[in-house]
């Protein structure tokens, strides 16, 4: 729901079971449910909300989280440089909250298919409700385990890790991708980066790409448009390499 001013409510008719108390006064949950895309509802106190069916972006936002996510712009590059889409078969470590397993997910939907490991307890049930709540668990297939001992998977199209330590898991990455596939690593440090570059000069991967991917967001106002004053361009490393 959008209110006049454009600030936006997010509603989940899955959890919200009753009407909702708001800085605007109170919604009806009935008025919600029945009105149409791009309708307009009104509070108790005569406020207007523009209704609107939430994306998979504005899903996305409203996940409950646990661990740093992926940010859009690491996540766009990563799909752009691997080509994953539709049928793809994708390994990814560890799920942390299932946000980018989400984004994988939608990506490969409806005959491709997420495998996502996750070794802690918490994160694990974290990242299953994420998955029921974006209405995306039949194309993951969430597994508690540790791809350090252990990737059952074969013939994977890419296998993404978000782990401190990803050269312990090079020689199973390279039997779960299939030829030509890629391996991409997630990581904070320079320091990270040179252990696997090392690691996998030693094996048959090639990196091909090592990126730090910046954006400068402004703000968008006519009568001040600039940079946003808190910009942290920074979130991590990407290291590319492929199977050849």
């Known amino acids: 729901m959008v209110d006049e001013s454009g600030r936006k409510i997010f509603f989940d008719p899955k959890k919200n079971k009753k009407d909702m108390h708001t800085y605007l006064g109170i919604i009806r949950r009935s008025d919600i449910i029945r009105a149409?895309?791009?309708?307009?509802?009104?509070?108790?106190?005569?406020?207007k909300l523009k209704v609107f069916d939430a994306d998979f972006?504005?899903?996305?936002?409203?996940?409950k989280r646990g661990p740093q996510i992926i940010t859009p712009k690491d996540a766009g590059v990563i799909s752009a440089y691997t080509g994953i889409g539709p049928g793809s078969r994708v390994v990814e470590a560890g799920a942390g909250?299932?946000?980018?397993t989400s984004y994988l997910a939608n990506l490969v939907r409806p005959s491709g298919k997420v495998y996502s490991y996750e070794r802690d307890e918490r994160f694990y049930k974290l990242a299953k409700d994420n998955l029921s709540t974006m209405d995306l668990s039949k194309y993951v297939a969430l597994k508690k385990g540790d791809v350090y001992e252990k990737i059952a998977q074969k013939n994977a199209d890419l296998v993404f890790l978000d782990l401190p330590e990803p050269w312990n898991a090079i020689k199973n990455a390279e039997k779960a991708l299939k030829p030509g596939g890629y391996f991409v690593c997630y990581l904070p440090t320079m320091n990270q980066i040179i252990r696997l570059i090392k690691a996998l000069e030693k094996t048959n991967f090639e990196v091909f790409k090592v990126a730090n991917i910046?954006?400068?967001?402004w703000q968008a106002r006519c009568d001040a448009l600039r940079p946003v004053t808190h910009d942290f361009r920074h979130t991590a490393f990407l290291v590319f390499s492929r199977l050849f």
């Open 36 to 47: 149409k895309n791009g309708r307009t509802i009104k509070s108790h106190t005569g406020k």
């Open 57 to 63: 972006r504005d899903r996305l936002k409203h996940l």
């Open 97 to 100: 909250s299932g946000a980018f």
């Open 214 to 217: 910046h954006e400068e967001i």
